[in-house]
């Protein structure tokens, strides 16, 4: 279970949630997904799936529900809008609160992945009698 906490924002005028790792996977890709640059909905949707290789594809109403829970909790805000082909299309970006989450979650995920190559390393340098290796 994620740990929260409730911090104002710089301005004291609203309540935000601090979310700790660990992130959701859709959540952690929409993040990384804004990492680069503001996008809409459906950019961040193509993002997402790219960087899961095909395997996250986000349906709008999960993507808006996540983007709108992301807004509260203050680690994505909508950056601006644009009517195209008579379709309003708002951008969003990551804040610095979202962008130290993102880079925290990141990191934790990496250690994660650097101690399983580890121990792999050693079990296939072990040559344990009985162990398949492939």
């Given at each position: 279970?994620?740990?929260?906490?409730?911090?104002?924002?710089?301005n004291?005028?609203?309540t935000?949630?601090?979310?700790s790792?660990?992130?959701?996977?859709?959540?952690?890709l929409i993040?990384?997904?804004?990492a680069?640059?503001?996008?809409?909905?459906?950019?961040i949707?193509?993002a997402?799936?790219?960087?899961?290789?095909?395997?996250?594809?986000?349906?709008?109403?999960t993507?808006?529900?996540?983007?709108?829970r992301?807004?509260?909790q203050?680690?994505v805000?909508a950056?601006?809008?644009e009517?195209?082909?008579?379709?309003?299309?708002?951008?969003?970006?990551?804040t610095?609160?979202?962008?130290?989450l993102l880079?925290?979650?990141?990191?934790?995920l990496?250690g994660?992945?650097?101690?399983?190559?580890?121990?792999l390393?050693?079990?296939?340098?072990s040559?344990?009698?009985g162990?398949?290796h492939?």
């Amino acid at each position: 279970m994620r740990a929260t906490q409730r911090l104002p924002t710089y301005n004291g005028r609203r309540t935000i949630w601090r979310v700790s790792a660990p992130l959701q996977e859709p959540t952690f890709l929409i993040l990384a997904a804004l990492a680069g640059e503001p996008a809409h909905g459906y950019g961040i949707t193509q993002a997402v799936a790219t960087l899961s290789g095909g395997r996250v594809k986000l349906r709008p109403g999960t993507l808006y529900g996540a983007l709108d829970r992301l807004v509260e909790q203050g680690l994505v805000v909508a950056d601006r809008e644009e009517v195209v082909d008579g379709r309003l299309r708002r951008y969003y970006r990551l804040t610095d609160g979202g962008a130290d989450l993102l880079e925290a979650e990141a990191q934790r995920l990496a250690g994660n992945a650097n101690a399983a190559m580890a121990g792999l390393r050693r079990h296939r340098r072990s040559g344990t009698p009985g162990t398949a290796h492939a």
